[in-house]
């Protein structure tokens, strides 16, 4: 039911608020909150590199513990890496983290796993199949593509410069 004019709280007129978009946008840049571009650079940076040094670290132990060359101690190091960003997602510190730190969180291996993870975690309750596996791969998927995509560009580009390998 319509409200009756003069009565207290409702609105008397009824045209549509109009206004440019121009006008719009200085009203809406008045009040986005301030972006501290420097602090999230550095966060990143800290996050970023703390966790390739963790991954430093885990290296240089398999190599130590294991008497093992580097190249022989990258793939547990991955796993390793890999199992820590899925533990710590799980728990709920990865994503704590990854607030904080923004990109610095993406580092590929741990942000792959942390991604496939999280959603894992979401749709868990809509069953294995369905849920777990039809969703897990949603953002990863992409991720995929582009990385298959990526390297046929620069294998093509290399084999026309003739750089690296054996060439046709």
């Known amino acids: 039911m319509p409200a009756k004019s003069g009565q207290r709280g409702f609105r008397t007129n009824t045209s549509p608020l109009s206004i440019n978009e121009k006008d719009y946008q200085n009203i ?25 040094v963790i991954g430093q670290a885990i290296q240089e132990a398999f190599m130590a513990g294991m008497h093992i060359s580097a190249k022989e101690a990258a793939p ?3 796993s390793m ?6 533990i710590l997602t799980c728990i709920g510190v990865y994503d704590k983290v990854a607030q904080w730190a923004g990109a610095g969180t993406a580092v590929p291996i741990t942000g ?9 975690l979401e749709y868990r309750s809509e069953g294995l199949v369905l849920g777990v596996g039809a969703n897990m791969f949603k953002l990863a998927g992409s991720v995929v593509v582009f990385g298959v995509v990526a390297a046929f560009i620069v294998g093509v580009i290399y084999a026309i410069l003739g750089v690296g390998g054996n060439h046709l």
């Open 76 to 78: 547990p190091t991955s």
């Open 81 to 86: 890496m890999i199992l820590l960003a899925v």
């Open 28 to 52: 809406s840049q008045k009040h986005e909150p301030s972006r501290k571009v420097f602090a999230n650079c550095v966060r990143a940076f800290l996050v970023g590199g703390g966790i390739c």
């Open 112 to 120: 792959f796993a942390n991604s496939m993870c999280s959603a894992a």
